[in-house]
């Protein structure tokens, strides 16, 4: 992506981060529309942290350039910081202060008059429906509202760009959903929103376009149904009831699929890329003449999982110490 995608907030060019002689980041170049969310993906080391620390201005790329906002995260870096709120994997929010008190502070580090803090802290704690502990210490909340006040502590400047790096880290499904349907309000009221999760299911259901890291550099992008498209459509998951049975369970089910069968060892699972329209009673027929005896099968579309699975493996880049 280039520069002149004027509509973007935020874009990358050739983003490249080395130490010393191994690359963490490499080419890496993409734009988020102002008012949608990119899902950053990959494995544990795969660059996403780096990408996030270069455009949050904490680190300097070693080559490459991006602006957030309209304004470049080298030479406009203090202009950067005034565009952004940034929700990292823990929770920063002080404990000893109630959920009022943590966002006026926000509020007044970010010279804010304090009636305009107090007021902007009293709206937010509405929104993400904490108002009724509004006085109470953080230290009792749970996991969830720690979460959402941390989200909130991230908008009390009104920042048109946000980036959230596993926001939904440790929380349960409820108070995961109740997120999802957060930040969705956001990205409607026009936020610019960069995503880095574990949780597929999460970039499915929120990000407009996905980047796939893989060693540092780019994998593949899309939009989810783009590169749930690109790997083929369908999965056969059969389930045989003991794991002797896998390896003839995948040689049967080699005959329909379009790519490798994956094992699933752990769960005694074998998932078979297939082309769409596969007969499954010729499936059955094939797995009774090879001896597996099934205890589940059924057909479903590809997911996220199945696109992260074809097209990452874990690697080992080195961990950031310095800006």
Not at 22 to 37: E, H, K, Q, T, Y
Request: net charge negative; glycine share 10%; hydrophobic share 45%.
């Amino acid at each position: 992506m280039t520069s002149t995608t004027t509509d973007a907030g935020v874009v990358a060019e050739g983003l490249g981060k080395r130490f010393g002689d191994l690359w963490a980041l490499r080419d890496v170049g993409f734009a988020i529309p102002r008012g949608s969310v990119l899902g950053l993906l990959g494995h544990n080391g795969a660059g996403k942290t780096t990408a996030v620390r270069i455009l949050t201005t904490l680190s300097r790329p070693t080559e490459g350039r991006a602006t957030v906002a309209g304004h470049d995260v080298v030479a406009g870096a203090a202009a950067v910081r005034t565009s952004i709120g940034v929700a990292g994997q823990q929770a920063t929010v002080d404990g000893l202060l109630s959920a009022r008190a943590n966002l006026e502070m926000v509020g007044r580090l970010y010279r804010m008059p304090r009636a305009a803090a107090r007021a902007r802290a009293d709206e937010l704690l509405e929104r993400f429906g904490l108002a009724d502990a509004a006085d109470r210490l953080v230290r009792t909340f749970s996991g969830g509202m720690r979460r959402r006040l941390d989200l909130a502590a991230s908008l009390v400047a009104a920042p048109p760009v946000i980036f959230l790096d596993e926001p939904t880290t440790g929380l349960d499904p409820r108070s995961r959903v109740e997120l999802w349907s957060l930040l969705r309000e956001l990205v409607r009221d026009g936020a610019t929103m960069l995503l880095t999760t574990q949780y597929l299911e999460e970039a499915d259901r929120l990000a407009d376009d996905i980047v796939v890291l893989e060693g540092g550099r780019i994998a593949a992008q899309g939009s989810p149904a783009e590169l749930k498209s690109r790997i083929g459509g369908e999965r056969l998951e059969i389930t045989v009831g003991s794991a002797g049975e896998l390896a003839a369970a995948a040689t049967a089910l080699g005959a329909f699929a379009s790519d490798r069968p994956a094992v699933e060892e752990d769960v005694s699972r074998v998932v078979a890329p297939v082309e769409a329209g596969v007969p499954l009673a010729e499936v059955v027929r094939a797995l009774d003449a090879a001896g597996v005896a099934t205890t589940d099968l059924h057909r479903r579309e590809a997911t996220l999982d199945d696109v992260f699975l074809a097209l990452t493996e874990p690697t080992e880049t080195p961990t950031e110490i310095a800006a």
